[in-house]
C-alpha cells in the first residue's frame, strides 16, 4: 500500500458493502479471518476503508458471507473502479453498475461540515415544516432538490453528534435571502429561524450570514464541503444540480469551492450579529402570523 494512500468514494462505498455483508452473517471478525486466511485487523482495516480493496478480497469475502451473484457484482466491479475510477467509467463507458454511496453516508463519517446555503437551508437544519413547505411551493432551487436520501434517523444522528460538540463540529454560511424568503406560513418560517438560532448557540456550531449581493456575485451556488478526521480521507465537495448531485474529490476539481467558501467567511456578518439577525427575523414571522 502506497505511503500516502488515499481511500476515494467508491473505495469506501465497497467498504460500507463488506461492513453490511458480515453484519448480516453474524460472523465474528476472527471467524471471517479464518475462512477467508487473512488476519482480524484486516478484515477491520478493510470495512472501514482504511486501505484499497481489491476484486480478489470481494470474492473471498463474498464466498464467506454466502452473497450471491447478483449482489456481489456491483461490489465487485466497484472494487474494480476505485482503483482509478475515470479510467474505470472511459473503458466501460459508464455502464458497468458499482455500488454507490448517498450524501448521509459521507457525512456520517465527517468531522468537519462546511455548508454554503444561499439560496435555502440546507436538509439538516430544516424544520419537517420548512420541508414540506419547499416540497409544496416547489421552490426553483436547486438546494431543494438535492439530498434526496436525507432520512430523519440520519438528521437526528448528526444533530447529536453536533451537540455533544466532541466529533463533529458545522460552519454554515447562509446567504441573507434565506431569512426572507418565505417557505410555507410565516409561523413555519419562525419556528424555522428560532431553530436555527437555537442551533447556533452550540458550540460546535457557528452560523454566518452574507449579504444578497455577495450571494449574487457567487452565483448562488450552495454546497458542502466535508472533511474527515481519518489521515487516508481526503476533504471532498458536495455539489446538488438539477439531475442529480456531483461529488468532487480531485484537490483541482475542490478548489474552487473552497475558495469560494473561504471568501464568503471573509464578508459575512460576524457568529453573535448571524444569530441576532436570525433572531430579528423570526420574530417578524411570529408577528406577522400573530
Same mark, same amino acid.
Given at each position: ?5 488515499? !481511500? ?7 467498504? &460500507? ?5 458480515? @453484519?448480516? #452473517?453474524?460472523?465474528?471478525? #476472527? $471467524? ?27 470474492? +473471498? ?18 472494487? @474494480?473502479?476505485?482503483?482509478?475510477? &475515470? ?7 459508464? !455502464? ?11 457525512? &456520517? $463519517?465527517?468531522? %468537519? ?24 411551493? @416547489?421552490?426553483?432551487?436547486?438546494? $431543494?432538490?438535492?439530498?434526496?436520501? %436525507? ?21 454554515? /454560511? /447562509?446567504?441573507? *435571502? ?6 410555507? #406560513? ?11 438560532? #437555537? ?24 454546497? !458542502?464541503?466535508? *472533511? ?9 465537495? %458536495? ?9 468532487? $474529490? *480531485?484537490?483541482?476539481?475542490? &478548489? ?10 471573509? /464578508? ?12 430579528? +427575523? ?9
Amino acid at each position: 500500500m502506497p505511503k500516502n494512500f488515499k !481511500s476515494n468514494l467508491q473505495n469506501r462505498a465497497v467498504a &460500507r458493502a463488506l461492513a453490511l455483508w458480515r @453484519q448480516e #452473517s453474524g460472523l465474528s471478525l #476472527s $471467524e471471517v479471518g479464518k475462512r477467508v486466511h487473512w488476519s482480524s485487523a484486516k478484515t477491520s482495516i478493510m470495512q472501514n476503508g482504511l486501505t484499497l480493496i481489491t476484486d480478489t478480497d470481494v470474492i +473471498a469475502l463474498a464466498l464467506a458471507y454466502g452473497i450471491d451473484d447478483e449482489r456481489r457484482a456491483p461490489v465487485f466491479h466497484g472494487a @474494480q473502479r476505485a482503483r482509478d475510477p &475515470r479510467t474505470f467509467d472511459l473503458l466501460t463507458g459508464g !455502464s458497468v453498475p458499482c455500488v454507490e454511496w448517498t450524501y448521509p453516508e459521507v457525512e &456520517r $463519517e465527517a468531522n %468537519y461540515l462546511q455548508l454554503v446555503a444561499l439560496d435555502v437551508l440546507p436538509p439538516l437544519v430544516r424544520t419537517p415544516e420548512y420541508s414540506a413547505g419547499l416540497g409544496g411551493a @416547489q421552490v426553483e432551487s436547486v438546494a $431543494e432538490r438535492g439530498h434526496r436520501q %436525507y432520512p430523519d434517523s440520519h438528521r437526528e444522528q448528526v444533530l447529536r453528534k453536533l451537540a455533544d460538540g466532541v466529533s463533529l463540529r458545522m460552519d454554515l /454560511v /447562509v446567504g441573507e *435571502s434565506v431569512l426572507r424568503k418565505p417557505v410555507g #406560513s410565516a409561523l413555519v418560517m419562525a419556528d424555522q429561524l428560532f431553530g436555527l438560532a #437555537s442551533l447556533a448557540e452550540l458550540a460546535a456550531v457557528q452560523v454566518f450570514l452574507v449579504p444578497d449581493d455577495v450571494t449574487t456575485f457567487a452565483g448562488a451556488v450552495s454546497f !458542502s464541503v466535508l *472533511s474527515f478526521r481519518e489521515t487516508q480521507f481526503d476533504t471532498v465537495v %458536495y455539489l446538488d444540480h438539477l439531475h442529480g448531485c456531483t461529488w468532487l $474529490e *480531485s484537490e483541482f476539481e475542490r &478548489r474552487p469551492y473552497v475558495d469560494t467558501h473561504e471568501r464568503l467567511m471573509d /464578508v459575512a456578518l460576524p457568529a453573535d450579529v448571524t444569530t441576532e439577525r436570525i433572531v430579528e +427575523a423570526a420574530q417578524n414571522f411570529k408577528n406577522i402570523a400573530s
